[in-house]
């Protein structure tokens, strides 16, 4: 097995500054891909912009990422840093910003191609150097190759095809003391979903199984902290970023797998946040896994069936579905074989009207 990560994944206290020769080193001019306002008010943005004024490196701001972030963005961040004469990107805030900076990194490395670059898997496309900041305990960006895009075109969230790792990742906890509590639990539910979607996972191995369970491990450590209204403290955020690294390094390896994929739909036509729609279905797909695959589950996150289970992370991220959408979020699923075969399990239809019937909404 190749275990691909970024060249650097760095994690102390003010390690963007303190590391900002490594920062440097990446070229000349930095496009900064990030949100429109976390980044500005947790000191992530301010923190990558001294980084680079200490060495006297360029940089243009480019703060129009939204959440689950479009093709139409990648290529509107991608004309402002072609336009701006930057030769390296720094993606800063959460997955969507991340994933935004991957994609941006390969388009401005090939300029006169259009989209299509992105899902062209004929394709074998390079990419500008690039580093991550993350200000989030969600999707382990930092240390995957992935870039999930909202493809408006087709009404759903898709992977690009290609995989780009950072060429750093700078790893501050801090950054999540200003967070909103809702913010950090959605976020936090997406992780300990990619630690079981990929330690229930077709291509688990060793080493995806050992990443998964460092994180759970961490993860439980938080539990009173999400389930409570206490605000967080700095080794609580430090524990929660590093879980969220441990589920990125699992997932870089197998993929995620049927939760995420109902997930896209329940995002894109219900307008619900990623980290709740992929936790709403944590619970019917542990039940149907393996029954000593689940019991190691349950045991490493502290939980004493899949209905606590369930129930912990819709009390913390809380979700409302119509049932019409949980139903088209199946019949989807259903006819994607390559996601169906991400599963250990037989995923027959019977096994995901079960894992859909598992949800637990709000109200």
């Not at 689950?68 to 701006?84: F, Q, W």
């Not at 969600?138 to 895009?149: A, I, K």
């Not at 997930?263 to 219900?270: F, I, K, M, N, Q």
């Amino acid at each position: 097995m190749i275990f691909f990560m970024p060249a650097k994944v760095i994690y102390e206290p003010d390690c963007v500054v303190s590391h900002s020769r490594d920062l440097a080193a990446l070229g000349s001019h930095a496009l900064i891909v990030t949100g429109h306002n976390s980044s500005k008010k947790n000191g992530s943005l301010d923190d990558v912009i001294t980084a680079l004024e200490m060495h006297g490196v360029k940089y243009t701001v480019f703060s129009e990422t939204e959440e689950n972030p479009s093709v139409e963005t990648i290529m509107k961040a991608r004309d402002m840093g072609l336009s701006c004469g930057a030769d390296f990107v720094i993606g800063v805030g959460g997955g969507s910003a991340l994933d935004a900076s991957k994609a941006v990194a390969v388009m401005m490395k090939d300029p006169e191609s259009s989209w299509e670059l992105m899902y062209d898997s004929s394709a074998s496309p390079q990419h500008l150097p690039l580093a991550a900041v993350p200000t989030t305990c969600g999707t382990g960006s930092e240390v995957t190759g992935v870039s999930v895009l909202t493809r408006h075109d087709l009404r759903t969230k898709m992977s690009m095809v290609h995989k780009v790792f950072p060429d750093i990742a700078l790893c501050d906890g801090k950054y999540l003391l200003t967070a909103p509590k809702h913010l950090i639990a959605n976020t936090a539910v997406d992780a300990i979903s990619h630690m079981i979607e990929s330690y229930i996972n077709s291509a688990a191995s060793p080493f995806s199984r050992m990443c998964a369970d460092s994180g759970m491990k961490l993860w439980k450590s938080c539990k009173d902290f999400l389930a409570g209204d206490m605000p967080i403290d700095a080794k609580t955020a430090n524990d929660l970023l590093t879980a969220s690294t441990f589920g990125g390094m699992a997932i870089a390896q197998t993929g995620t797998t049927l939760p995420h994929a109902l997930s896209y739909t329940l995002t894109y036509e219900g307008g619900i946040p990623h980290g709740a729609a992929v936790g709403a279905f944590q619970r019917g797909y542990l039940r149907n896994a393996d029954r000593s695959d689940r019991e190691h589950i349950l045991s490493l996150t502290g939980f004493a069936d899949t209905d606590e289970l369930g129930q912990f992370i819709a009390d913390i991220s809380p979700v409302n579905v119509p049932q019409e959408l949980l139903e088209k979020a199946a019949e989807i699923l259903l006819g994607n074989p390559k996601k169906l075969a991400s599963c250990p399990y037989n995923a027959n239809t019977d096994v995901i009207r079960d894992i859909i019937g598992g949800v637990i909404c709000s109200g």
